[in-house]
Nanobody, 127 residues
Framework: QVQLVESGGGLVQAGGSLRLSCAAS?????????LAWFRQAPGKEREFVTT???????YYADSVKGRFTISRDNAKNTGYLQMNSLKPEDTAVYYC????????????????????WGQGTQVTVSS
């Protein structure tokens, strides 16, 4: 079992930066877990943002490519999402999610592929 807790959200002006963290407990991220970030804006469905596997390969949604960077520190059981050049349309609740790879398909952009979820952290970008 893995428990995920996000932090680092807040209010930022357009063009600014934020760094989100996802702290895992219960199991080590080094134990072949893939980590992802999703987001959900008011009135919209949850959407895929980015994912990283245990080998640290990464995959991004087109909407954030070149602006966001996902990373992980397996020794600290923590994942990160560095968000630069933020836009008002990036405003959403951001969730981290994980699944144990065990030969499962990666990258996965489908939320139902992920077994573990954090509670979310609000990111608001003002214009």
């Amino acid at each position: 079992q893995v428990q995920l807790v996000e932090s680092g959200g807040g209010l930022v002006q357009a063009g600014g930066s934020l760094r989100l963290s996802c702290a895992a407990s219960g199991r080590s991220f080094g134990s072949y877990y893939a980590l992802a970030w999703f987001r959900q804006a008011p009135g919209k469905e949850r959407e895929f943002v980015t994912t990283i596997n245990w080998l640290r390969d990464t995959y991004y949604a087109d909407s954030v490519k070149g602006r966001f960077t996902i990373s992980r520190d397996n020794a600290k059981n923590t994942g990160y999402l560095q968000m630069n050049s933020l836009k008002p349309e990036d405003t959403a609740v951001y969730y981290c999610a994980a699944f144990q790879e065990n030969g499962r398909r990666w990258p996965s952009t489908a939320s139902n592929e992920y077994d573990y979820w954090g509670q979310g952290t609000q990111v608001t970008v003002s214009s």
